[in-house]
């Protein structure tokens, strides 16, 4: 992974990236979007879960009295974009249910908190950056309530949530599934691993180099329906027009580097083609886990 400080500025918070550069708003037909997910080679059931959403204004029409060659607004113009990663835990008694349950949690908020995308779009990122916490939060209090509820013990799954509120990608990091974005010929990690590994990089314990290679970068010290749930918001200004989100599981990561997943953002001729590349390359590398990538790009105008 490069970074290029010309380009890249992170608050002293580490909640916001700024990446600057030209682009207009794109049309929801110029958004180019898909999701894959694949149980790998060794683990007996998927444990992920992904959703990519548009979230619209909508009218539901119950009766008028306006001929039927009348045209209404029933749908209004994208709210925001919807990118979700959920690896459930598989050392938990059921991580897909955990899964499953964080997914609908967070479907259920984006469906009812059209307030704050209007807040975001406003400027009023605090508003918005507390709302999507809170969101997590609930997610993390529906998991735990469901595991209480049926008696199964601790459930548990990572988290990783972006929704698009042009020009800024707001993400929701929770565990250890990863978002990037590759602009600008960079390739550039927006979340950070909730996991012991990381926390011993940060605390200078090991080299940053050895982080993924370290017998602790799996062990999550906050994940959804565990005994700690932290939610960390940051942004990502994603205005210029061509720039790659790439949301995935560490099922991609154990096997594919980031600079490999640079190198396919270079050659990227569409969302499933790149998609289906990096999942293919972890396959073949032994597909150990679960693995989930999901990728948005919205291309440049074409002259």
């Not at 032994?286 to 002259?303: E, F, K, Q």
Request: with cysteine; glycine share 8%.
């Amino acid at each position: 992974m490069r970074t290029d400080p010309a380009i890249l500025a992170v608050s002293p918070d580490h909640t916001s990236v700024s990446l600057a550069g030209p682009g207009g708003r794109p049309r929801d037909d110029e958004i180019d979007l898909f999701g894959i997910t694949h149980r790998g080679h060794v683990r007996k059931t998927n444990q992920d879960h992904f959703l990519l959403a548009m979230v619209h204004p909508q009218i539901e029409v119950m009766g008028t009295s306006l001929p039927s060659d009348c045209p209404l607004p029933l749908r209004g113009t994208r709210l925001g974009t919807v990118l979700l990663v959920a690896d459930g835990v598989g050392g938990a008694v059921d991580g897909a249910e955990a899964s499953r349950l964080a997914t609908l949690a967070i479907a259920e908020y984006v469906a009812s908190s059209f307030r704050s995308y209007h807040a975001a779009g406003a400027g009023r990122d605090e508003e918005f950056l507390t709302s999507l916490r809170e969101a997590a939060l609930q997610a993390h209090d529906r998991v735990r309530a469901e595991s209480v509820a049926n008696g199964l013990g601790t459930m548990a799954t990572t988290l990783t949530l972006g929704i698009g509120v042009w020009p800024w990608l707001y993400v929701v990091q929770v565990g250890d599934s990863r978002a990037y974005i590759y602009t600008r010929g960079a390739l550039h990690q927006i979340t950070r691993d909730q996991t012991l590994a990381q926390d011993l990089v940060d605390s200078g314990a090991i080299p940053a180099d050895e982080r993924d290679k370290s017998p602790m970068s799996h062990i999550l010290v906050s994940a959804i329906g565990s005994e700690e749930a932290t939610p960390v918001v940051s942004r990502v200004d994603v205005s210029e027009r061509g720039c790659v989100l790439m949301f995935c599981s560490d099922g991609l990561t154990k096997h594919v580097t980031d600079d490999e997943i640079a190198a396919h953002c270079v050659a990227m001729r569409g969302a499933e083609q790149l998609s289906r590349d990096l999942l293919q390359l972890a396959l073949d590398r032994g597909g150990s886990d679960n693995i989930t990538i999901v990728v948005a790009r919205a291309p440049i105008a074409s002259a």
